[in-house]
Nanobody
Framework: QVQLVESGGGKVQAGGSLRLSCAAS????????MGWFRQGPGKEREFVAGIGWSGILTYYSDSVKGRFTISRDNAKNTGYLQMNSLKPEDTAVYYC?????????????????WGQGTQVTVSS
């Protein structure tokens, strides 16, 4: 089992920045891929960014590439999502997720662990 708790959401104006954190506990977080998903109003949950267990390999959706940066600190069992140049269309509930591989995570496989989500609201 991996328990995930997100923090850092809030309200920001367009063009602003936020950094989300994902604190993990339970099984060895450092051996898991992790990532971020979001679900906007009336939309399905979508992949935003992922990072391998070592932190070397990163993946981004086209909609956030160049604006968001995913990272992790395995010593602190914490993952991060730095969000810059935020747009109103980034408004969503953001979820942290972890799975044995980023491939499993991206397809939201059965063995994916989820946090409870944190709201991000970007006003124009």
């Amino acid at each position: 089992q991996v328990q995930l708790v997100e923090s850092g959401g809030g309200k920001v104006q367009a063009g602003g920045s936020l950094r989300l954190s994902c604190a993990a506990s339970g099984r060895t977080f450092s051996s898991y891929g992790m990532g971020w998903f979001r679900q906007g109003p009336g939309k399905e949950r979508e992949f935003v960014a992922g990072i391998g267990w070592s932190g070397i390999l990163t993946y981004y959706s086209d909609s956030v590439k160049g604006r968001f940066t995913i990272s992790r600190d395995n010593a602190k069992n914490t993952g991060y999502l730095q969000m810059n140049s935020l747009k109103p269309e980034d408004t969503a509930v953001y979820y942290c997720a972890a799975a044995k591989t980023v491939t499993t995570l991206r397809v939201q496989g059965d063995d994916t662990y989820w946090g409870q989500g944190t709201q991000v609201t970007v006003s124009s």
